[in-house]
């Protein structure tokens, strides 16, 4: 299944898993700004074609994110445009943040055969569940964090006041994000009953394959993923401005 699918096309499916609350178009990139929650929704999305100099464009680029008291950052994959953007980055600077992140797919059948049990699922976003997951990330703009999680056709699982995640329809995709569970939580099956309860909600949206993403040595999640079904795609990694 992953050497079937192109890597740009997946990459604008996973583009719609987080659209940022502000984000502007420059000459085939997308800047994206939602006040520092999540590295997708606060760098470049540089997969489209342009025409104008590379340079001009960085440099644009980086007065925008500046402007806005963000570090500038670009989420690179090899369908980065154009070709020696990434190159480009670590000449003027740029090197990379954090580990790579495994973007991960799979048949969405093999997903409910590789999970068990059930969560409460509602396709209306309400505070509880925003303060779980933003409080897992640190983050006290509930607001902000609203503001991305809310677009698309989504729906929200959870288990109690314990464990959340969300899943995403776009054309025949799951997009499976925001999954958390507290410390104190873990180990219980949650994460299994939460993909299961996703991917069946996906199934009823008319979805036949899913996608993740989870960063490289986040073994407990890789695990659970792994024995979901999912198998890696592609990486990307961020390239920030030093």
């Known amino acids: 299944m992953p050497s079937a699918i192109d890597l740009g096309a997946l990459e604008a499916v996973a583009y719609e898993l987080w659209v940022a609350p502000e984000v502007e ?8 700004f939602a006040h520092g929650l999540t590295g997708r929704a606060n760098s470049v999305w540089p997969n489209g074609d342009g025409s104008g100099l590379l340079d001009e464009r960085i440099e644009r680029v980086e ?8 570090p500038v950052m670009f989420q690179i994959t090899d369908a980065a445009r154009p070709a020696g953007l990434d190159s480009m980055l670590e000449e003027r600077g740029y090197g990379f943040r954090g580990e790579p992140v495994s973007v991960r797919v799979a048949a969405l059948d093999d997903v409910i055969d590789g999970t068990a049990g ?14 779980l997951w933003a409080g897992s990330r640190r983050f006290e703009r509930l607001d902000v964090a609203r503001a991305l999680l809310a677009g698309g056709r989504s729906a929200f699982a959870r288990v109690g006041d314990v464990a959340v995640g969300r ?26 009953a ?6 069946r909600w996906g199934r009823a949206e008319g ?13 407990a999640a890789e695990m659970l993923y792994e024995g979901a079904g999912f198998v890696a795609h592609h990486d990307y990694r961020y390239r920030l401005l030093r």
């Open 167 to 192: 899943g995403v329809a776009v054309g025949d995709w799951l997009g499976v994000t925001s999954m958390a569970t507290l410390p104190e939580a873990r180990r219980r099956g949650y994460g299994r």
């Open 207 to 219: 979805c036949t394959r899913a996608l993740l993403q989870v960063e490289h040595g986040n073994v």
């Open 118 to 131: 059930e969560a409460e699922l509602t396709e209306l976003l309400d505070d509880a569940w925003v303060a």
């Open 194 to 199: 939460i993909l299961q309860t996703l991917a």
């Open 25 to 32: 178009e420059l000459d085939g990139w997308r800047l994206r």
């Open 63 to 70: 007065g925008w994110y500046r402007a806005r008291f963000q």
